[in-house]
């Protein structure tokens, strides 16, 4: 079945240091790709998506390339600022194409915590 | 666009009362709707999906005859927690797809019910 794996957390970062979160996925057909962010209480906003090969999503600085080749939809922030600390959620959707009636596929979540 | 909202955003009942927690697309039709479930520190479980007039889809595992799941219009869907026990304590999220084209594999969240059961 369809997975999503994403690097443990909580990763901590100063303010203005680069982020990356890594994402890899395993899927039959031709999945969309989507990271989520929650934040404290709150439920998941769509942050950014890519729908098919070599889209790039980007969204408020954070951008992520989808990757065929390597599975990958990793995401990443040029200069991130203690606002952006959440839960980052990567997740995929069958599309429907294996009858999965779009469900969506969740990562574990990583937790970012920035500190000043 | 695409905002959804649950009601309420958070609720306590006593033990053995039942609950219900209404999720409504406000700017757009929305054919079909999931519930899920989040444990403290833990990523979403899928709980059902609920399609306008037509019964819900249960995930292996779910009781559905504990977890209620109307979905009566395009705009709403509620999920009522019966006879409601400490351990169905949770966070419960409803998200909403859009309906039609390649949009339509884009679920939009609610800002999730805070469920307590004493």
Same mark, same amino acid.
Request: contains cysteine.
């Given at each position: 079945?369809?997975?999503?794996?994403?690097?443990?957390?909580?990763?901590?970062?100063?303010?203005?240091?680069?982020? @990356?979160?890594?994402?890899? !996925?395993?899927?039959?057909?031709?999945?969309?790709?989507?990271?989520?962010?929650? !934040?404290?209480?709150?439920?998941?906003?769509?942050?950014?998506?890519? @729908?098919?090969?070599?889209?790039?999503?980007?969204?408020? *600085?954070?951008?992520?390339? !989808?990757?065929?080749?390597?599975?990958?939809?990793?995401?990443?922030? *040029?200069?991130?600022?203690?606002?952006?600390?959440?839960?980052?959620?990567?997740?995929?959707?069958?599309?429907?194409?294996?009858?999965?009636?779009?469900?969506?596929?969740?990562? @574990?979540?990583?937790?970012?915590?920035?500190?000043? | 666009?695409?905002?959804?909202?649950?009601?309420?955003?958070?609720?306590?009942?006593?033990?053995?009362?039942?609950?219900?927690?209404?999720?409504?697309?406000?700017?757009?039709?929305?054919? #079909?709707?999931?519930?899920?479930?989040?444990?403290?520190?833990?990523?979403?479980?899928?709980? &059902? #999906?609920?399609?306008?007039?037509?019964? &819900?889809?249960?995930?292996?595992? %779910?009781?559905?005859?504990?977890?209620?799941?109307?979905?009566?219009?395009?705009?709403?869907?509620?999920?009522? %927690?019966?006879?409601?026990?400490?351990?169905?304590?949770?966070?419960?999220?409803?998200?909403?797809? %859009?309906?039609?084209?390649?949009?339509?594999? #884009?679920?939009?969240?609610?800002?999730?019910?805070?469920? #307590?059961?004493?």
């Amino acid at each position: 079945g369809d997975s999503v794996t994403q690097m443990e957390g909580p990763v901590t970062l100063s303010e203005e240091a680069f982020l @990356t979160i890594n994402c890899t !996925y395993t899927a039959t057909g031709y999945p969309s790709l989507f990271w989520y962010v929650q !934040y404290p209480g709150e439920g998941l906003q769509l942050l950014l998506k890519a @729908t098919k090969a070599d889209d790039k999503g980007s969204n408020k *600085g954070f951008e992520a390339t !989808y990757r065929k080749e390597t599975t990958s939809f990793h995401l990443e922030k *040029g200069s991130v600022q203690v606002s952006d600390s959440a839960v980052y959620f990567c997740a995929l959707s069958d599309g429907g194409f294996t009858g999965g009636g779009n469900k969506l596929t969740f990562g @574990t979540g990583t937790q970012l915590k920035v500190e000043l | 666009g695409a905002v959804v909202s649950q009601h309420p955003s958070w609720v306590i009942c006593k033990s053995g009362t039942s609950v219900k927690i209404e999720c409504r697309s406000l700017d757009f039709q929305a054919t #079909t709707m999931f519930w899920y479930r989040q444990f403290p520190k833990q990523s979403l479980m899928l709980m &059902a #999906t609920s399609n306008e007039g037509s019964k &819900a889809t249960y995930e292996q595992g %779910v009781e559905k005859d504990k977890f209620l799941i109307n979905h009566a219009s395009l705009t709403l869907s509620t999920l009522t %927690v019966t006879s409601a026990h400490p351990e169905d304590s949770s966070f419960y999220i409803c998200s909403a797809r %859009v309906a039609g084209g390649r949009e339509g594999d #884009t679920q939009y969240f609610g800002p999730g019910t805070r469920l #307590t059961v004493l």
